[in-house]
């Protein structure tokens, strides 16, 4: 069922539109090389073997999951004897180009740079981290979509309908509600339509009574698994993770419940999640909800204790709460900061007041001198007193924000700092008037 001709393929017309680059070159009988990038089932093989008919140049297709620098050589040694002896262009499909090692790349590209092939690399991963930056400069990246449902519906009514490549000698009949099912439930993803078209197909042509006709029962047959795109590692799962970082941040527990959903029935881990929502504790809640860490631990625990999908609960109670919780990021801004400084103003030294003083040398060198012991201090706060190196003196890493418990955190501070600013003042007075506040005897 791949189609034979550029009028037939289905979807991606924001790139093969009128007046879109890609269509522009191929009416003026060009093609360059480029990077196909996409969701599996979309298109990109097809596209490439359609680009080389349209061009009428040799179409040559490589695994770079089975290709080795021997097939990469024999593949560019016909390119050349093609162009040189018969005048015809090379494309050079190169299926998973992303599996393709930085040598396996770059050894492409002197014979992309001079015209001895045209390279067209299809990959599912995001090709700015696995293609190299000298391939990804000569070459152009088209993004293709995963395939609404009414271009699902087309190929599926084409299959049904082909006497030929398809399943019309059959003479199956279909209704339009299980065709829409299926378009539905095939995610965006063609090659997945088609296969499943084909098993409901062969169940229907295995009835006993003859019936030439696919009905729910064998269509739900081959929808029992779960079909969500998830590939654990991919940019799908990290996309969905972000999504649900996010609806978490932005307080919107509907959409972090989904999106919480979406990666569970994929099959991602629910460690894994319940990981990466305590971070979310910590990173967007942090004290405006202490609370919100501990149970996010509470959750991890419940779900190591009960499995699936019991504990799954406890993950998505967690989650909600998270959502709902008043958020801040005033530890993690704050942290950050003081971490840049540690790691960036060199080993500054620790305040003499607050060092350890364990042997009498060190209290003779002045180790601990002038600490004091904020138990005994009034509300057991030294004011004035400082604990930075004296480089960082006054800096202010942490700032609470007027949400939750950090308005009470940040009212408390407040205070504290100006306890601190009367303590200077004072302090400014005593040194400017030594004997301010003694009583003349003489």
Known sequence: MRPARLADYVGQTHILGPDKPLARALAAGRIHSMILWGPPGTGKTT????????????????????????????????????????????????????????????????????GTLVLVGATTENPSFEVNNALLSRTRTYVLRALDQDAIRELIDRALADEHDGLGAQALSMSDTLRDQLAARADGDARR?????????????????????????????????????????????YDQM???????????????????????????????????????????????????????????????????????????????????????????????????DARERGTLEVPMHIRNAPTALMKDLGYAE???????????????????????????????????LEIKIGEKLARLRERDAAAAAERRVTRSHPDAGTTDTG
């Open 47 to 114: 596209l490439a073997r359609l680009l080389a008919a349209a061009v009428d140049i040799r179409f040559v297709q490589i695994s770079a999951v089975m290709a080795g620098v021997k097939d990469i050589r024999a593949a560019v040694a016909d390119a050349r004897e093609a162009r040189e002896v018969h005048g015809q262009g090379t494309l050079l499909f190169v299926d998973e180009v992303h599996r393709f090692n930085k040598a396996q790349q770059d050894g492409l590209l002197p014979y992309v740079e001079d």
């Open 193 to 237: 339509a088609l296969n499943l078209l084909e098993l409901a197909a062969d169940i229907a042509a295995g009835r006993e009574s003859g019936e030439a006709r696919i009905t729910q029962a064998d269509l739900d047959e081959v929808l029992r698994e779960g079909l969500r795109r998830f590939d654990k590692g991919g940019d799908y799962f």
């Open 242 to 340: 972000s999504a649900l970082h996010k609806s978490v941040r932005g307080t919107d527990p509907d959409a972090t419940l989904y999106w919480l959903s979406r990666m569970l029935e994929a099959g991602c881990d629910p460690r894994y999640v319940a990981r990466r929502i305590t971070r979310m504790a910590s990173e967007d809640i942090g004290n405006a909800d202490p609370r919100a860490l501990r149970l996010a631990l509470d959750a991890w625990d419940t779900y190591e204790r009960l499995g699936t999908p019991e504990g799954e609960l406890a993950i998505a109670q967690a989650a909600v709460y998270m959502a709902c919780a008043p958020k801040s990021n005033a530890v993690y801004s704050a942290f950050n900061a003081a971490w840049r």
């Open 370 to 404: 002038g600490y004091r012991y904020a138990h005994n201090e009034a509300d057991g706060y030294a004011a004035g007193d400082s604990y930075l190196p004296e480089e960082l003196v006054g800096t202010r890493y942490y700032t609470p924000v007027s949400r939750g």
